[in-house]
């Protein structure tokens, strides 16, 4: 062998002396790998040889057997994980020479170029890492390709479609696999970065640990920062932390594979996915993702490799080499948890963050040497990462926050919401839109939402200090007096239908509690006086705090032109809600979504019905039991309905519903009455196809004589006695700790918030002739807020289980209803009367007459 | 010919190494000798490529060594420690270090184990310590390299092993004129093995030279003046570079650089009565060239 042949294979024979120095290690992993993949091949191919597939209709449901294989699967799934995780130590091992002094002498004396040692110890991490990888994949494919005979055989006469599925698992199996093995790449890339820059094994481990969560951590509040979409759990956050991230890229590809499943099985996956109405090929996502990751990855080996050619034999033992790595985790690690202040509770976040900093420089330091440094670069830090949120809050994230691209500039538009009142409820609706009408109102739509919320943060940003913290950044945004329009929702329409409503339904009338301005009394002069003990800061009570948003969340994605996407995540006041609503519910898609959303639901009630006929040995006469719930308010029960022949006319069904819902005006929605609900979808009075068909099928709306499986009515509906309950809170000013009421029992609970001491239950009849029966009532509650900040301390009204703000200019309102009320004795207390007072047991009730407007009042005990 | 030139290493604020300059020639058995941290082994560290200079340069045969290859080739260096190949046996060590030495020969690693006889299929790990050294010492010399480094490699070797492993190393210098660099705190070793020998002290060397010449170059005189009653002091023998000056009763002890000659002349103006010149050890020399430099060892007198 010449000389120059042997220089060109020295750094194979160091990749090998890597190998051959890590046997052991490697052998861990091919045993970890072979207990992954193949067995979970296997266990798979097995559920597929041995359970019947009748019924079955996807591979979803292939995997529920209740065979008891799904666990094997999950034990697969840890040895995988526990064999991915090794990464970290193959690249801790292979680099030894950076962490362990007695190997520097030997390693860094071989005839070899720092970028040779590099490249053969980098080899021979990989080799030890992805090779056992490798075999267990191949051995995967031959355990599915070997299996699937049995597969076939065993299901030829009941499985047509084996061909489709064997086709899906192997696209899944091949896109998972390779998917897989780019992010080992990356994540052992990573890991050898770090390993690079830090000169000790305990540094390596934990720092290789803190900066695999940190990224994504990181990355993704910084998102939340910018789209408001506080929700993790929404792949267009992974769409982002999955092209940076070893573990984003891990959840990023689980989505996409996921994704490319529930195509498959869409509709019936109702109950885990939204009701899409389109869905993207998965491909050209996936191959831009692995380009993406073999770049992150080609850079993070470059790196690498440079931090290693300028790192000196000497380093190791050094806790970190690169301290700028060590930095970057730690501003990395406060900007993650200055994020969090958007919680609220910054003061605590700050000391968890200075515990946390001055822990990780005692061990980077090894003692408290030199610890004022240390001191002064938390400051640093903190300061830093204050000033860098503050940046990015008050610049709206450089105007990222406001941005809408132009309307022409986008392709297609993706909106989704999920409403949670009766009408929409359980249904998620993904809708995307290519229409260049629809997608030109949503731009504007977006537009004006902005410009709105501008305004309203103009308006009320004085009082917002402590609002702020507690939901998002924007929220103060969406806090706005409610319109017209909302009253006359929450009052007119919905007001039988909302959630609140029904979960008082059957526990207690709704009760009205009047808590009264009180006054404070000087112990030496007697004198009285009201305000003295305000808190202006504090405009509600804290227990209040949380009820005033009854906002409508709305997700808006952008795909443009160009190929970048923007998204936005917003929580819309009733106005909004409304307008956005007109924009979507007159459309094609809405429709043909709420009718998938029928229609799935339908098959899924089938089905189950059909599995129940099944195991209970009774003959397939097959019905169809449809839930309806009348909005009649003489009846709140709930009525079934068979229908013979039901998977027949499942399809005419909902092709009428979605007939119904197209013709359907955006007026039409806001002002058809809801005659009842359908597999939970509302079936509106306008929906005259839907309503023709089921007639003919003996369902009439109101007509529940007829109706088959009568369930238990028995109940007496709240809503028969029109009674509507309210309370009202004083404000804040009102609010004493000192005050003392002479001869009264009711003193010591008097100012506190949770326990009212005056329990008035007020009834009210509540019917479209509030306005003329009850002005005073009428106009409070016209002047009622759900949404509304503001600095001032204004009165509280609790009206059907909700809170209601009474903006501070209709105080007077608020005093009104009280006065009216004729409480002589609460209006004693507010004047002192101790003979009115004055030991006073009490359990009062008062009641507004329907006879002549007044509020009358009653005394018990 | 290995060569430091101007060369600067530091350690964060240490400098181990301060613009030192030094020429080790080939087929020379070169013996480094320093306090501790004067910077004896990063000398041998920068000859084999481990660690690069902040400042001049480190050549093999005119080459800088740090991270090239062909010269790093020339090179073996034994460090102090024997546990990085604790994981080996005696056949996979010879295995590894053959894939990275072309020279390396099979025949003369057989014949030198055949004359030591260490365990060849068990764990260097379970070796005592002196056979680990031993094992590693007949791997480098039969890695045929033309230059090798030795940081305390005799230590834990018994004598008569000592003996068998020197004769190996000289065996190799007669045969293919090897350059053995030793670092050893033994002088007696380096005495014994070395033919040149460097003194480094707070990273600067202090002399550099053939041992003979050094041995004749200091001289412990033992004196007696004829003018008894005056005390004599250093400052009186204005022309003599005294290393050590003492007087016990009426005789003086001097440890002076120079010829034999040059001292009796600088002494001569005094008159001395007795002048007993006798040669020093390179363990005096040592001692008293650090004393002379304020390493002294009666700090605790």
């Known amino acids: ?861 | 010919m290995m060569q430091l030139q101007q060369t600067v290493k530091q350690f964060g604020d240490f400098k181990a190494l301060d613009c030192v300059d030094l020429e080790i020639r080939e087929g020379t058995a070169f013996g480094l000798l320093g306090s501790n941290g004067a910077g004896k082994s990063t000398i041998l560290r920068l000859f084999s490529g481990i660690y690069s200079p902040e400042g001049g340069k480190v050549l093999i045969d005119g080459e800088n060594v740090y991270d090239n290859v062909a010269a790093k080739q020339k090179v073996f260096f034994i460090n102090d420690e024997t546990i990085q190949f604790a994981g080996f046996t005696l056949d996979q060590l010879k295995k590894f270090y053959m894939q990275f030495y072309p020279n390396f020969s099979d025949a003369i690693f057989e014949r030198l184990e055949s004359m030591i006889q260490l365990p060849r299929n068990r764990r260097i790990s379970t070796y005592s310590k002196g056979m680990k050294r031993q094992a590693i010492i007949i791997t480098a010399i039969a890695c045929c390299t033309p230059y090798l480094l030795l940081d305390e490699a005799f230590d834990g070797i018994d004598p008569t092993m000592r003996i068998i492993v020197k004769r190996m190393l000289v065996d190799a210098m007669c045969e293919r004129n090897l350059t053995v660099v030793i670092s050893s705190h033994n002088l007696k070793e380096i005495n014994e093995m070395c033919d040149t020998a460097a003194l480094l002290h707070k990273g600067k060397i202090i002399f550099n030279r053939q041992l003979d010449s050094l041995k004749g170059a200091v001289h412990k005189v033992q004196a007696v003046f004829a003018d008894k009653e005056r005390e004599f002091t250093a400052a009186d023998f204005p022309g003599l570079e005294i290393l050590h000056f003492e007087k016990t009763q009426s005789i003086y002890h001097i440890i002076a650089k120079g010829e034999e000659d040059t001292i009796r002349a600088a002494l001569a103006p005094q008159n001395p009565v007795v002048a007993d010149m006798v040669p020093l050890t390179l363990e005096e020399i040592f001692i008293y060239e650090l004393e002379g430099l304020g390493y002294d060892s009666n700090v605790f007198a």
């Open chain 1, 1 to 861: 062998m010449t000389a120059t042949s042997l220089h060109k294979s020295l750094p194979f024979r160091n990749a090998l002396r890597v190998v051959k120095q890590n046997q052991k290690m490697t052998i861990v992993t091919c045993i970890l790998q072979l207990l992954g993949i193949p067995l979970g091949a296997a266990a798979l191919m097995w559920e597929l040889v041995t359970e019947s597939h009748d019924g079955k209709e996807d591979f979803i449901d292939l995997m529920d057997t209740g065979h008891g294989y799904e666990m094997y699967i999950v034990i697969a799934a840890l040895f995988l994980g526990v064999a991915v995780f090794m990464g970290m130590f193959a690249a801790i091992n292979s680099f030894i020479e950076t962490h362990k002094k007695t190997k520097v002498d030997m390693l860094y004396a071989l005839p070899l170029t720092g970028t040779q040692r590099f490249f053969s110890d980098y080899a021979g991490g990989c080799i030890m890492y992805i090779v056992p990888y490798m075999i267990a994949v191949l051995l995967g494919w031959g355990v599915i390709f070997g299996l699937s005979p049995f597969v076939l055989w065993e299901n030829d006469q009941e499985f047509a479609s084996f061909g489709e599925f064997m086709g899906e698992i192997v696209k899944i199996y091949a896109l998972a696999t390779l998917g897989l093995f780019f992010l080992m790449l990356l994540y052992y890339s990573l890991s050898v970065l770090v390993t690079v820059c830090c000169g000790t094994l305990f540094e390596s481990i934990y720092t290789n640990i803190l900066l695999n969560g940190l990224i994504p951590g990181t990355v993704a509040l910084i998102i939340a920062l910018v789209t408001n979409d506080l929700s993790f759990e929404f792949e267009y956050t992974w769409q982002i932390i999955g092209f940076m991230s070893p573990i984003g890229g891990l959840i990023y590809l689980m989505l996409l594979i996921s994704g490319e499943i529930t195509d498959t099985i869409s509709p019936s996956s109702y109950q885990f996915a939204a009701v899409q109405t389109t869905s993207h090929d998965m491909i050209p996502s996936y191959l831009r993702w692995i380009f993406a990751i073999f770049l992150l990855t080609a850079v993070l080996t470059a790196g690498a490799w440079l931090l290693y050619k300028r790192r000196k034999a000497e380093d190791v033992g050094k806790p970190f080499i690169y301290t700028a790595a060590y930095y970057v985790m730690l501003t990395l690690a406060t900007v993650a948890v200055l994020c969090a202040m958007r919680t609220g509770v910054f003061g605590p976040v700050l000391i968890a963050s200075a515990i946390g900093y001055f822990i990780m420089e005692v061990i980077r330091k090894r003692g408290f040497k030199r610890f004022w440094l240390s001191v002064i670069t938390y400051v640093a830090t903190v300061g830093l990462s204050i000033g860098g949120y503050f940046l990015l809050t008050a610049t709206g994230c450089f105007g990222r926050v406001n941005y809408v691209p132009a309307s022409v500039g986008v392709s297609s538009v993706r909106v989704e919401f999920h409403a949670d009142d009766n009408i929409y409820r359980t249904y998620d609706y993904v809708l995307e839109y290519t229409d260049r009408d629809v997608i030109s109102e949503v731009t504007k739509f977006h537009r004006d939402l902005i410009g709105f919320q501008k305004s309203v943060k103009k308006m009320h940003s004085p009082g917002l200090s402590n609002r702020r913290n507690e939901y998002s950044s924007n929220y103060y945004a969406l806090q706005d007096p409610l319109s017209e329009e909302m009253l006359k929702e929450r009052y007119a329409k919905l007001v039988y239908t909302t959630q609140e409503y029904d979960s008082n339904y059957y526990n207690e009338f709704p009760s009205y509690t009047l808590r009264l301005p009180v006054a404070n009394v000087d112990d030496e002069s007697g004198e009285k006086s009201v305000g003295d003990w305000l808190d202006p800061k504090n405009p509600l009570p804290d227990e209040a705090k949380g009820h005033y948003i009854d906002t409508h969340q709305v997700r808006l994605t952008y795909y443009t032109l160009t190929g970048s996407t923007v998204h936005r995540v917003y929580d819309l006041n009733a106005d909004y809600w409304r307008r956005f609503l007109d924009i979507v519910q007159g459309t094609g898609l809405y429709a043909e979504a709420t009718s998938k959303g029928m229609s799935s639901r339908m098959t899924d009630q089938y089905t189950e019905y059909v599995s129940y006929l099944k195991k209970n040995m009774i003959p397939g006469n097959l019905r169809l039991q449809m839930t309806a719930t009348p909005r009649d308010a003489q009846d709140t029960a709930t009525h079934s309905a068979y229908i013979k022949d039901a998977p027949q006319k499942f399809e005419q069904l909902w092709q009428a519903y979605r007939f119904d819902l197209e013709a359907m005006t955006a007026e039409d929605f806001r002002t058809s009455e809801i005659k009842g609900y359908l597999s939970g979808l509302p079936m509106y009075s306008k929906c005259a196809k839907s309503w023709e068909l089921l007639k003919e099928w003996g369902i009439e709306p109101f007509n529940t004589a007829e109706w088959i499986g009568y369930a238990d009515a028995t109940y007496d509906s709240a809503f028969h006695n029109q009674w509507m309950g309210m309370r009202i809170y004083a404000p804040d000013q009102y609010r004493t700790a000192s005050v003392d009421y002479p001869h009264s029992t009711l003193t010591t609970n008097f100012f506190k918030y949770g326990d009212p001491a005056y329990e008035d239950t007020i009834y009210f009849s509540y019917d479209d002739s509030l306005e003329k029966t009850y002005p005073e009532l009428y106009a409070l509650l016209s002047a009622a807020r759900k949404n509304y900040v503001t600095a001032e301390n204004c009165y509280v009204i609790n009206f059907n289980g909700t809170d209601y703000i009474i903006p501070e200019k209709d105080s007077d309102l608020a005093e009104a209803v009280i006065a009216k009320g004729s409480f002589c004795m609460l209006d004693s207390v507010m004047k002192n009367d101790p003979f009115v007072t004055g030991g006073a047991s009490v359990d009062d009730s008062q009641f507004f007459s329907d006879a002549d407007g007044a509020f009358s009042e009653q005394y018990f005990g």
